[in-house]
């Protein structure tokens, strides 16, 4: 316990920082693929452009999750999912040139990218602070 107590700063604990970080990342990947999704022609839109939408609205619901449930284990996991789904769709939407281009490719890959670390980072941080896998060492 007071390691966990250590690791606050400024009555927020480090746990919840890094939560917060991917919660606004996720945010805002939503926020840049939106209005993107939205230009594509409806046929687009209904075909991959919903399961996007979806995805990433799931993956917010997700991270809010991790603030509010004691077994933050599951969630976690469950975003990292989402997350390796999202990727897959945005190579699909390339591949099948919903994607205008290689430079918007790369930037809602650099996105989900930049969230599958911050995730895998949480990760770690959560099975380090589980009494099982204190037990191990």
């Known amino acids: 316990m007071s390691e966990k107590r250590a690791a606050t700063t400024g009555g927020i604990s480090k746990q919840e920082a890094e939560n917060l970080q991917i919660r606004q990342k996720v945010l805002d990947m939503a926020a840049y693929a939106m209005p993107l999704i939205e230009r594509w022609s409806v046929a687009h839109q209904k075909l991959l452009g919903d399961d996007i939408a979806h995805c990433m609205n799931e993956m917010v619901e997700l991270a809010a999750a991790l603030q ?32 205008k281009g290689s430079s918007s490719y790369d930037e809602w890959t650099r996105r989900s990218k930049e969230i599958g670390a911050m995730i895998g980072g949480y990760k770690k941080y959560i099975y380090e602070e589980t009494p099982a896998a204190k037990g191990k060492r």
């Open 68 to 99: 509010f449930e004691q077994n933050k284990k599951t969630p976690c996991k469950n975003l990292d999912m989402k997350n390796k789904a999202l990727q897959d769709f945005i190579t699909l939407a390339y591949a099948l040139k919903y994607l």
